[in-house]
Structure formats: structure tokens, C-alpha cells
């Protein structure tokens, strides 16, 4: 919250990219979150990658539902299209919005009451259907809005404000996303830019569903000791197992990477991620791999962060399956989109 | 980098670009803030207890703050400063009563200042209060020195002079009118006095000996012709003008001769435009008035024909130039031009005909005196040096920073401590919290570009000599002025151990000077901000390691715009907005410490 909007005033020297713009102008309205919420990082970061693709900003669509998190897509990309659905509502709006258009890039935010409780049926069905658009969740563990109580990804033990502990075990949306056939899945961090912007660009650019589940820490109900979502306690159980560099495409990659070390991806448009691995025995294209090592370090309270799996072999992408229009319906001739009552009575004759 | 040290003066000083530029140093945010108040009275306060003359200033200061104002690295301009001070001595109330006093008892201590200009003039300002007896020495008429001799009135008007001066010299001084002195060695042996304050200026013009100098009475030396108009022995001046010289003396010479029936005035400069000594300003207002700038013309000789002149030969030159500096020069031929009066102002040096060399007060070899830079003392413990008499010629500010300087020497001469031992400069910080996200000034930007001075028409300013040209700004027009100060002394202090490395603060600096980055060196870290920090003049502020990470918060000070967002966005308070305040010890100050 703050008492004065953000200056228009920028730094003198602040770079342009493809388009002619500076990051600036990929910002939104000024953020009402609490002084210090994790999520005005994450929007920090989405304005950075959208800025960093040279995306137009008419060309996104944002949408989201209801919660502290849902508010972030009103402080991004000013220019952008946006939907601010009911509660836990937001992927079938997305759903419906991809089928309509899919020359749009789909962002939708979401927290984990929106997306693990209220929203759970919708997101998992989103993932099965592979819908083409960047899910992320700001997971800060607590309803913020309703004042701080456990949320469905709270971890056993970990501390509300007033004390009380957590006993119902939590829902990992990175294991559900796996288990679901999730073909990008990712976790990142508020408070760490520089493994978070290259995700998302990745995420924007990939070719089906991917969901970066981005901790977020709450600094007004879930930032104190014996939290398991705070500041201090993810950073000290922060473990990046895969870096993601996100290089455009027809851009040469500039950096050295250590044999046996990196990965390349290459993506839908041509554009490829390059992944460090941290970890050498990890393997971000085995899925079921994946899933075990999450769960493994899940229970010795560890957050893996990073490109956790990726498949960009997969067939199952929404467009595709469902044979959706390739010119989007507000560019069909209204006698196409509306055959009528002559074509409506041949469509009935055919199953009388 | 080692985590910098805000509790040094300088550093918060520094950020004050404005005050750390002013030889004085006034407090210019505070005043601003003040005007933006409707505090006129109280601004000019501020303003008076550093540079003691805000009326004069206001208009003719050379503003070495203007090109350092932070604005001017944001947007093109730089807050209108000089001209915001015109506003407060324009709109303030009547401040005799508000001013410092003499004792009725005096120390017993007699100080003798030799010219009546703006340093001596500091020195009596700060010295009458402390007890001592002043007497000043001037050899005309009016008190002023070259602030009234050499600036014209339709630049400078007499009454603002004269309510100026008069605060000082009605303190109690003993000004002694068309009194020069003479000798200094007769001032010295009268042991009337207990120290010599030499504040006589620069009066002696350059001279240009080329062929038939000596053949004509229509060459005149910038600075004494300025002197005699200001005394109205000179009201006409031919029809066409040479001046001969770019710097502010030659933009008085030439406006001068267009109010005393000049109809073509030229301006003749060696050099192109980019080496012009004037300032911007004044060249502008010159232009205005149709005078005519000449570059790349050196003069050759005076054209005199049967004892009258009739213009004045140049060579004309070309210059190759790189990176500003001139790497060759070419002629290029001869090239005449008419006039009837030549006016030279290509400079002026301090002269001492009156101090005889045996006397302890050291000269050297161009018959500069030897002075601590410093202290202004001189080779003889108890004469005192300062303004243009000093080092040569600069401008009012520094003559003023003088004066106060050597009145803290002579303070501390007289009390029998060495001079040397001056009091440090300090600076205090206070929150300026109010609220959980508010603070007490305005901290909103204001995208308001630069507003202009009003000036007399061009019709009606050559009716008469002393005209002022400038107007002043209207209520209106400084009532946005003032909100283009970014209030730099508003400090961002960061306390390292309340940080939680949440980003919002980077996130939400409308102009990235913030970054948390591993530490390294100097030159690491100015390439790896987030916005590279490229003003070597401009701090790093880095703190200590971080609680969580240890990395450290770097901020570049370049162009912060002190909204005080990132203040607002921290969730532990780790940064906070704090008023530095620069201590600036005076006499007065070090009087204090004599006494406790």
C-alpha cells in the first residue's frame, strides 16, 4: 500500500526492446498488496519477461480469479486484455478464451486458495486439457485476504501467526501437475529474479500448459518464525536443481556451458530453453523421475526449484486435440460464425 | 566495497547536489520546501544565514547549483533555484527584527575591511554579532563593490543593494565612504586595529596594447566603463559598438550600450560558442536584445583615421576541435569591422598598489598575495585576505564563502587559538515518518517542466538604464517551481539488519537505483546494477551484509528522485526517509565553543 502512485519519471538510460519500449511501459496500476508481498515481486518479474520477449502488450491476456494473487494482473502490462473471474473460476474462462483466440499469449494468475481449494476441479481439468497458456500460482500458504488461515498447500507444522500448528497435510500443485501430465511444470521464488524471468518467458512461449508454482512469502500473516513459507525459512530451504535460460529465437547463445552440464529444449516458435543442472543425477524429462525426486526432498522439507520437467514432444495440446478455428472467431465473417436458421434446421435434421 | 559510511558530513552533503555545489552552501531544499509553504520570510532566512545577500543573489548569483541540480540529470532542466530565492526576498515580510544584533558591550577587539563588497561585508556580518568593532574602507561614494559598480541596475536595482547592505552596516559597522586606503603599512603601524580584512576585489581590466591602441579615447576597459555609468559619469555611447570578450562582464558591456543609444552591438569572441566563458543565461538574454555574436574573430588592431576611430581589424580563424579541445588553428584572412566605440572586457586581475612589498604580506611573482586556502591569512598573521582580492576573480558566492571563511580565522586570531583549529562540518538526520506509508513532505514527482521569468518588453527596457528586465516569477508560476525540487536532502538511510531481501523496494524504484547483488568492487558493482551506475561523481551507497543472504543493498545516488516509494514498500521499515541537515560552522558557531 502506498500513498502516492509510482512517478512516470524513469532512469535516463533505461533500454528499449524490440518494439521500442522500456520496461516501464510493460508496468500496470500501482499494486494496494501489503508493503513487502512476494506477489509484487512476481508481477516485478512478469513485467520484466514480458518486457524481455519483446511481447505486444495487446497481444496478452491476463486473467485470474479472487485473492490477493488475483489483484496482481491489474499491476501488469497496462496494455494487455484481462478477465477477473469468480472465485477459482479463472481457468475455464482461460479455457474458453484460447478456444475463441488462439493468436493471444494466455497468463493467469492465481494463489494457492484459489487454485488448491475453491478452484482445485478447475485447475486439474485445465492441465488435462492441456490448455496453451502460462498458470502461475503465488503460493504464500495462508489466506492473506480473510486474514491468515491455513491454506491448502500450508505444510504439517508449520505455525499460523497466533501460534496454532497444521496438521492436515498439504496439496503440492508441482506433484499434482506431474501426476496429471503436465508437459512444463516449475518452482520458483519471489525473491529470486533471476531463476524466475527466464521461467516465465519459457512458460509463455511453451506449447501447451505450463504452471510455475512461485513461493511467495505473506508478510503480514505467514512471515514469522516456525512459518514454513516465510523469507528465512525458504531461503534456507531453497534447492535450485535445474536453472532455466530462456534464448530467443534467432538469437545465438552467448553463453559457455559445461559439457554433460546443459540441456537444450528447443520450443514451439524455435526459441530454446537451456537448462543448468545443479544436480547431475537429475533428469528434468523423466517424469516419473521428477516426481519421485520432488516428493523425496518434499519430505525432508526442501523446496526443488527450477525447470522441474518439461516434454515438448507432446501431442496432447489443446488446439490440437480439439481441432480448434486457427483465424479466431472475432475475425470470422458473421455469416460463419452464424450460419443461420436454414443451416441450424439442416444441423438438427441430422440427428432426427 | 566496505559499507559506506552516512555518519561522514560529506556524504549525505553530497547528495544535496545543489548545496554541496553552493560555495556557501544554503540549504536550498529547505527553502524551497519553505516557499512552497508560502513561508517567504522564513526562506529568506534560511537563505541569509549562509549567503547573506538573497535579494542580490536572487538575481545576479552565478548559480553553480543550477548544472548540479538533480533535475537537470532527470529531465533537461534544472529547478529555476537562483530565481526561486528572488521569490523569497521579492515576497518576504520586513526581517530587521529577525536579524542578528551587535552587543551593547563590545569584545574590545577592532577589525578594519578594506573595500566595501560582498566579502567584507560577510565579515562584518559575522564578526558585529559577536562583539568585535568593524570599520570598513571604501574608496567611493556607496557601499557594494563590484556588485555595484560592474552590475547594471536594469540587472541588479540600487534598492535592492541598499536594503541589503543596510542590514549589515546598521548592525553597528563603521563604514567609512570615499575613504581608499592608501598604504597598507600606515593602516598597520596606527595599531588601530587588531587584524586587516582585504576584501578589495579585482578592479584593474586587462588591457589589449595592439596598433592604435593609444590613438583614440573611444576604447574603453569593461569593468571601469561599467563603474562609470553606474555613477552617471557616461550616458551616451556611439552608435556601433565592438565588444571585445565572452564572458559575463562583456554580456553587462554590451546590454549596457543598447540602454545608452547603441543601435549595433557586437560581441567579438576568438573562440566558437562552446568555449564561451558567459554564462547560458546571460548569453540568452543578451541575443534577446539583438546583440550579435561573432565567433572566430582575433583582434588584430585599432582601425584609427585622423584621430577618430573607425572600426577595428580581426583575423578570422578556424578551428579543428576533438573532445572540446582545439587541436589546430588556421587564419584564414583578414576581415574589418566598422564602429565607434570599443568596449574591452576580456578580463580583470587584483591589484595592490597600496601594499608595499616590505611588510610581511607576501606577493608573488604576479603580485598575488600568498594566501591559505584555508584560513585566508596571509605571510603577516593579522591581514586577512578574501573574495576576488583573494585569488583572483570568481563570483559573489565565493566571495561571500570567503568572508564567512575568514571571519572564523580572524575570530579565532583574536581569541589567541589558532586558526587552524576550525570547527568540522556536521549533519543531523531526523525520520521524517508520519504514518505507517507517509512522510512529512511531499514526496509525489512532479513532471512540471522548468517555468520561465517573465521580462520586461523588449520596447520598454531601453527607455531608460535601470530598468529591471526580470521580472520575477508570479505566485502562479512559482508555486510550481518549487514542486520540481526532488527535496534531495530527504535521505533513503538503510538499515541492513531489518532487511528481508523481499525485492519490493527494487521492484517499485521508479528509476532503478536499487539493486541486492553479491558484493565486489567499486567498478563491479557499478556494472552489474540494475540501471549500470555510469556518474563516477555520483555515490554508491552500500550496506552492510544482509541478514538472510548476505549479499548487500546497493543504491546509486545519480538520479534517485527521493519519492520515498522504496520507504513506503519496505515491510520492515529497513529503509526510512530522514531530513539531513548539514551543519555549516560560522563564527558565531565557533564563538559558542570559545565560550563553553
Known sequence: MSYINKPKVAHPSLPTNALGLTRRQYEGAMSTLCAGCGHDSVTAAIVEACWGIDLKPEQLAKLSGIGCSSKTTAYFVAGAHGFNSVHGRMPSIASGAAAANRELTYIGISGDGDSLSIGFGQLAHAIRRNINMLYIIENNGVYGLTKGQFSASADIGTKAKKGEVNLTPPIDPVLLALSLGATFVARSFSGDKQQLVPLIQAGLKHNGFALIDVLSPCVTFNDHEGSTRSYTFTREHYHPVIEADFVPKASEITVDYQEGQALSVELHDGSQVILRKLDASYDPTDRSAAYHFIETKIKNHEYVTGLIHIDESSTTEFHTLNKTTKVPLNRLPFEKLSPGNAALQKLQARWR | ?596
Open chain 2, 1 to 596: 566495497m566496505e559499507p559506506t559510511q552516512t555518519a561522514e558530513p560529506d556524504y549525505f552533503h553530497k547528495v544535496v547536489d545543489c548545496q554541496w555545489a553552493c560555495p556557501a552552501h544554503t540549504d536550498v531544499p529547505e527553502y524551497i520546501r519553505l516557499i512552497a509553504q508560502g513561508e517567504f520570510t522564513e526562506a529568506y532566512l534560511v537563505n541569509r544565514a549562509t549567503n547573506v545577500f538573497p535579494g542580490i543573489l536572487g538575481r545576479v548569483c552565478d548559480r553553480p547549483c543550477e548544472p548540479a541540480c538533480r533535475r537537470g540529470r532527470i529531465e533537461d532542466k534544472p529547478v529555476a533555484i537562483c530565481r526561486l530565492k528572488r521569490v523569497a526576498a521579492d515576497h518576504r515580510d520586513e526581517v530587521a527584527q529577525r536579524l542578528p544584533r551587535a552587543p551593547a558591550k563590545k569584545n574590545g577587539k577592532k577589525i578594519a575591511c578594506i573595500g566595501a563588497g560582498p566579502a567584507s561585508l560577510t565579515v562584518a556580518n559575522d564578526l558585529l554579532p559577536l562583539g568585535y568593532e568593524v570599520t570598513i574602507f571604501e574608496q567611493f561614494g556607496v557601499p557594494g563593490g563590484l556588485m555595484r559598480t560592474n552590475i547594471p541596475a536594469f540587472r541588479l536595482p540600487v534598492q535592492v543593494l541598499d536594503e541589503e547592505i543596510g542590514y549589515i552596516v546598521s548592525m553597528g559597522a563603521d563604514l567609512r565612504l570615499n575613504s581608499p586606503v592608501n598604504s597598507l603599512r600606515k593602516l598597520l603601524d596606527s595599531r588601530e586595529f587588531d587584524a586587516v580584512f582585504v576584501g578589495s576585489g579585482a578592479p584593474k581590466g586587462k588591457e589589449l596594447e595592439l596598433p592604435g591602441r593609444r590613438d583614440t579615447d573611444r576604447i574603453h576597459i569593461g569593468i571601469s566603463w561599467l563603474e562609470s555609468v553606474a555613477f552617471g559619469h557616461i550616458e551616451r555611447i556611439g552608435e556601433r559598438v565592438l565588444i571585445i570578450g565572452v564572458g559575463n562582464t562583456a554580456m553587462d558591456c554590451c546590454r549596457t550600450s543598447l540602454r545608452l543609444g547603441a543601435k549595433d552591438v557586437q560581441v567579438m569572441a576568438r573562440k566558437p560558442r562552446e568555449f564561451f566563458k558567459a554564462s547560458a543565461w546571460e548569453l540568452e538574454d543578451a541575443e534577446q536584445e539583438t546583440v550579435k555574436i561573432v565567433v572566430n574573430h582575433a583582434p588584430k588592431s585599432f582601425v584609427v583615421k585622423d584621430g577618430k576611430l573607425t572600426g577595428m581589424m580581426f583575423d578570422k580563424l578556424e578551428y579543428d576541435i576533438e573532445n572540446g579541445e582545439i587541436k589546430a588553428t588556421r587564419e584564414l584572412g583578414e576581415e574589418f569591422f566598422p564602429c565607434d566605440d570599443v568596449i574591452l572586457a576580456i578580463g580583470q586581475e587584483n591589484a595592490f598598489p597600496w601594499i608595499e612589498r616590505d611588510i610581511g604580506v607576501e606577493l608573488d611573482r604576479w603580485n598575488v598575495p600568498k594566501v591559505d586556502k584555508v584560513t585566508f591569512q596571509s605571510t603577516r598573521p593579522e591581514v586577512f585576505f578574501g573574495g576576488d582580492a583573494a585569488f583572483g576573480p570568481k563570483n559573489i558566492i565565493w566571495s561571500v564563502e570567503h568572508g564567512h571563511q575568514a571571519a572564523i580565522s580572524i575570530h579565532k586570531f583574536c581569541q589567541g587559538e589558532p586558526v587552524t583549529a576550525r570547527m568540522p562540518r556536521g549533519v543531523t538526520l531526523t525520520s521524517r515518518k508520519m504514518g505507517m506509508h507517509e512522510w512529512s513532505y511531499k514526496n509525489e514527482y512532479n513532471g512540471a517542466e522548468r517555468r520561465l521569468v517573465p521580462h520586461v518588453a523588449l520596447v520598454e527596457r531601453f527607455k531608460k538604464v535601470n530598468i529591471e528586465v526580470e521580472l520575477g516569477f508570479t505566485a502562479e508560476q512559482a508555486a510550481l517551481e518549487v514542486q520540481r525540487c526532488l527535496n534531495c536532502d530527504m535521505q533513503t538511510v538503510f538499515t541492513a539488519k531489518l532487511c528481508i531481501e523481499c525485492d519490493a523496494c527494487i521492484d517499485i524504484c521508479p528509476v532503478d537505483c536499487l539493486t541486492i547483488t553479491p558484493n565486489g568492487t567499486e567498478g563491479e558493482l557499478r556494472a552489474r546494477l540494475k540501471a549500470p551506475a555510469t556518474n563516477p561523481q555520483q555515490a554508491l551507497y552500500v550496506s552492510a551484509a544482509l541478514p538472510q543472504t548476505a549479499r548487500v543493498m546497493v543504491k546509486d545516488e545519480d538520479v534517485c528522485v527521493h519519492c520515498g516509494l522504496c520507504a513506503e514498500r519496505c515491510p520492515t521499515a529497513a529503509w526510512d526517509m530522514q531530513k539531513s541537515t548539514i551543519k555549516i560552522p560560522h563564527a558565531i558557531d565557533e564563538d559558542a565553543t570559545c565560550r563553553s
